[in-house]
């Protein structure tokens, strides 16, 4: 598509059950970023993908957090026992080569109960 | 490590008042910088980047910014807002070794007629 795909836009889930975040980033970029954005707040690094390189999961708050991508194609979030505090707007970007311009999607909000 | 200082959470301006954003970065390596809008309920979008070049860069709706090595900052300005500027501004910082973007908190821009 032309721009970066977030699904599902809206996700209401109870504590305790794991969600599953889609990012379909642009064809062609080789960086894949994800953000957390908690209402009222800024934007909180989660991990980083480029290329085939390993991750950089430096941003993920806990091992309930964890995000899969294959090749240059699209990734998963997943969260699993989810808490309240896990309720945010989770924002994933792509860029190409060295990713330097991000590219937003729409973002996948999340309300846990 | 690279770090982001948005100074003020909240600016409320009337319109066609000249607004300043102010933000400040630390690194231990060299940057790129950008500014970046979202207005409510929609994605964030880029506003002005700094690359390399000249030190004032323009971006879209008449916003420009300024980067200032010795001071470490790069401080959004437009010189006449308009109702359409209300929208929360993000600066981040991406450290040329690093890979990866980190924001800063947020300005909430409000424009009142």
């Known amino acids: 598509g032309a721009g970066v795909s977030q699904s599902p836009s809206n996700k209401v889930t109870e504590k305790g059950k794991d969600v599953e975040l889609r990012c379909d980033p642009i064809?062609?970029?080789?960086?894949l970023y994800w953000y957390r954005q908690r209402l009222g707040q800024g934007l909180e690094f989660l991990i980083y993908?480029?290329?085939?390189?390993?991750?950089?999961k430096s941003g993920l708050p806990s091992d309930r957090f964890s995000a899969e991508r294959t090749g240059e194609s699209v990734s998963t979030l997943t969260i699993q026992r989810t808490q309240q505090e896990d309720s945010a707007v989770y924002l994933c970007?792509?860029?190409?080569?060295?990713?330097?311009?991000?590219?937003f999607g729409e973002g996948s909000r999340l309300t846990v109960l | 490590a690279q770090s982001v200082t948005q100074l003020d959470s909240q600016v409320p301006v009337f319109e066609e008042a000249p607004v300043e954003l102010r933000c400040n970065y630390s690194?231990?390596?060299?940057?790129?910088l950008f500014w970046y809008v979202q207005y409510p309920n929609q994605g964030l979008q880029l506003l002005l980047k700094?690359?390399?070049?000249?030190?004032l860069v323009k971006g879209i709706n008449g916003f420009e910014a300024e980067f200032n090595k010795s001071q470490t900052s790069f401080h959004l300005r437009k010189p006449s807002v308009h109702i359409s500027d209300t929208a929360e501004y993000f600066c981040?910082?991406?450290?040329?070794?690093?890979?990866?973007?980190?924001f800063g908190q947020g300005t909430i821009l409000t424009v009142h007629p």
């Open positions: 970007a792509s860029a190409s080569g060295r990713g330097r311009e991000l590219f």
């Open positions: 064809s062609g970029h080789t960086a």
């Open positions: 993908f480029q290329g085939n390189s390993a991750p950089d």
């Open positions: 690194s231990s390596v060299s940057v790129y």
């Open positions: 700094y690359l390399s070049g000249s030190t």
């Open positions: 981040a910082v991406f450290g040329t070794s690093y890979g990866k973007l980190t």
